[in-house]
Each structure stands twice: as C-alpha cells, then as structure tokens.
C-alpha cells in the first residue's frame, strides 16, 4: 500500500477502505508517512469530504492510534458531555453535580483553555484548594461513591488526532466537516463514556458561523457515535452573543453556584436544563426528556444540585464554603462600568471579540504558557433584545489593572445598540439518532 495512491483515490473523490484509512493514521502516527502527504490528503478530504462509514473509521483509526481510558469499574451507564466551544460556557460546572444528583454517573475528563474560549479545569481551580489531578484508583472510587469526578487528561489520548490537528491548523483544512466530527469523536470515544452528550454552538463566538454546518456537524458525530457503539445526541445552540452573563474563571463559578440555587440567568439555565435532560435519559435514569427534565428541576429546587456541587468541590480538595459564600472566590482590585453610548435596544454582541476583551484582562490564554487571573472577566449587565440607555452600564469589567481603555475600545467597536432588536434563539436543533 502506498500514500500516494490513497490520496489520488480521495482526490478523486473515490470512497477509502478501512484499511487504507486505517494503515494511513497508523503509519503517519509512527513516523512512516511524511507531513506533506498527510497534508495532501486532508487537503483531498477537505474538498472531497468524507461519507459517514469513512468517518467513522477514521474516528477508530485515531482511537486506537494511543491508550483508551478503562471505565467499566465505575457502576452505570458513564455519559459524557462535550461543547464545541464559546464564550462565558459554564455548563459542566453546573451539569455534573446536577446530573450526578439524580443518580446518573459523571466521570468526566477535561481541558484547559487557549484563546477567547476558557477551560473547564481552570474554572474549577478558581476554587481555592480544588486540584484535578486523581489517580485511576481515586477517579473510580470517587464517581463510584458520589457519582461525580472531573480531573485533568491523563494518558497518551489519541496522538494521531493531535498531529493532525496540527497539520490541519497550519494548512487550511481544520474547516471540514468529517474532520472537525472525527477529531471531537475521537477523544470522547478514547475517554471510555458509554454514551456522549454534544453542544455545538453556531455563531459569532462559535466555530460554525452557520446553523446549516452546526446541523450538519451535528449529524455526522451522532452517525460516528452510533457506528462505533457509543449512543451520541446533539444540541444546536447559539453563541452569537456569550452566554450567561459571566465570562472569566471565578466570576462563571460563582454564575454556576446561582444557577444550581436556581437563581442563574435564563439561557443559561435553559442549556442546561436541555443538555442535562440529554443525558439523563441516555444515563438510563429516565425514560423521556420530560421526565429528566422534571428531575433536574427537582434536584435545583429542594437543594439536592448545590450538595452534591459541595460533595463534588470537598472530594476534590475544594473549599466548599465558597458555595454559600461566593465572595471567598478571587475579587479584582477594579470594577469598571461600560456605559452605553445612545439610548435603544442591545442588537448585537460579537461573542468572540467580547471573550477576547476577557482574555486581554487575564483571564484566558493567548499561548499555552500564559498564566491566567482567576479573578478578572466581564459581567454582561445587558445582553440581545435588553432596552438600555445612554449612560446606563451594558456590562462591568473586573481588572486588575486601572487603565483598561484597550478593553473597553474592543468592547464599543463589538456592542451595537439600535432601535429595535429581538432575542436570538437559544436552541436551534436537537439530533438524535
């Protein structure tokens, strides 16, 4: 079998084996095949696509390229939940203590954050004590015990989708539908979950600029699920606008503690409540979306949700004091008003920009070995389809520096305020098998 002969297949747009696409992620993983042909060979996939059995393989391919997390001695069906990424996304700080209060178990692995999209792990250690890293032993005995446990990566996962990931980065291809489904499915899959819950955003802030590709990416990870004996749905939702109102480390905590109280804002609560419904059901906890829903309503309202977060925080390390006193969180030295410039409606808020003005304050990463300020970020006083006017604060930026007119340049070029304005819709799709 030769490279050259794989790649003038796809160029071709000609159907791969498995195993041709099987033989080509093994030898470019150990070496065998040079990066100018994997290159073009994601460049014939880019402009030829990929069916959903070709997909699928590669997505096992890359699975099997490195080690697979064992998770069969932890009691039930294991759901994990994965986002594709957004602004002020404080979802699996709030869905794994809801969810593990209703019995479902999370064993959940995540990551770190890198640009103006923040990090699940470094929102958690905005918790003072709170460590992620567990030994096998611990992770299993910790979700065996309270049904819940969130740490770092561990193991060599799927090598071949981090090469290619690189390579894709660096050759304009990261924008193609097989590959963006089968590098996510990829590592969800190595993670050892029986079933996976998926949020592709679709907006300013998101990587799908369109609802069409969100669908369609949507879709093509459930097929890859379901080939590979993983039951998989998908949420379709919004990002052109963050969500919530919290963006940066400390300041989502303290939005996931309101919104277990019962007391967060309404999207977020909403998303939550969708994708927590999701998993519940594929957890094997209730047999409708109703149903789970009513449960995690259930567990908000009489408490049951804010315990176990406490529960989940103590096992870990954390200090779950902060759960009834936010204020023991990092609090920046500087509260800073954005005043809103005309009287109207809020019509618009680039996501992506409003996250990127967060991470200039410190709060997110412009390269892996940035330091990040659990205590800055923005609060949004006002979000799409809000009145405001002239004078009347949109949002708070928490600095750490008194001179912020960099941010708050960045903010007014990316908040538009018009005469009229409607809310976007939050949940645009769900996919099922």
């Known amino acids: 079998m030769r490279a050259v002969d794989i790649i003038e297949k796809k160029r071709n747009g000609l159907e791969l084996t498995d195993e041709e696409i099987k033989w080509i992620i093994d030898n470019y993983t150990n070496d065998s095949i040079p990066d100018y042909q994997m290159s073009a060979l994601l460049m014939a996939i880019y402009f030829q696509g990929m069916n959903k059995h070709e ?184 990002m052109s606008q963050p969500l919530g109102r919290a963006i940066g480390n400390a300041l989502e905590v303290k939005e996931a503690i309101e919104t277990l109280r019962g007391e967060g804002p309404e999207d977020l609560t909403e998303l939550v409540l969708t994708l927590g419904s999701q998993m519940v059901v594929l957890g094997g906890k209730a047999e409708t979306l109703d149903e789970a829903r009513s449960l995690l309503e259930e567990a908000i309202q009489s408490g049951k949700a804010l315990d176990k977060l406490k529960e989940f925080l103590t096992t870990q390390g954390g200090d779950a004091n902060v759960v009834d006193d936010p204020s023991l969180l990092a609090q920046a030295k500087y509260q800073i008003e954005l005043p809103a410039q005309r009287s109207g409606k809020i019509s618009e808020m680039q996501a992506e920009k409003i996250g990127i003005a967060s991470m200039l304050l410190g709060a997110g990463r412009a390269s892996k070995e940035d330091e990040i300020d659990m205590a800055v970020g923005i609060v949004l006083n006002k979000k799409i389809g809000d009145d405001v006017k002239e004078g009347e604060s949109i949002l708070t930026i928490h600095s750490n520096r008194e001179d912020v007119s960099d941010v708050v340049e960045l903010l007014q070029e990316n908040i538009t305020i018009a005469d009229e304005a409607s809310e976007p819709k939050l949940i645009l799709n769900t996919i099922t098998k």
């Open 55 to 238: 997909a699928a393989t590669m997505t096992k391919a890359m699975v099997e390229s490195g080690d697979q997390i064992d998770l069969s001695d932890i009691e039930g069906i294991k759901v994990d939940k994965h986002s594709t990424g957004g602004v002020g996304d404080t979802t699996t700080i709030i869905l794994a203590p809801l969810v593990a209060s209703v019995g479902a178990p999370i064993a959940k692995m995540s990551g770190r954050g890198l640009g103006h999209t923040g990090g699940t792990l470094d929102k958690l250690e905005a918790i003072p004590g709170f460590h992620i890293e567990l030994t096998s032993d611990e992770f299993i005995d910790a979700v065996n015990k309270h049904k819940i446990a969130v740490i770092g990566q561990t193991g060599n996962l799927t090598p071949a989708d981090k090469r290619i990931y690189a390579l894709r980065d660096v050759t304009g291809t990261v924008n193609s539908i097989p590959l963006i489904a089968s590098s996510i499915m990829s590592k969800k899959i190595a993670a050892g979950s029986d079933a996976i819950v998926l949020d592709v955003k679709v907006g300013s802030g998101a990587f799908m600029k369109t609802v069409e590709d969100a669908n369609r990416l949507g879709q093509t990870m459930v097929e890859i699920g379901e080939k590979v004996g993983r039951r998989t749905m998908v949420v379709v939702s919004d």
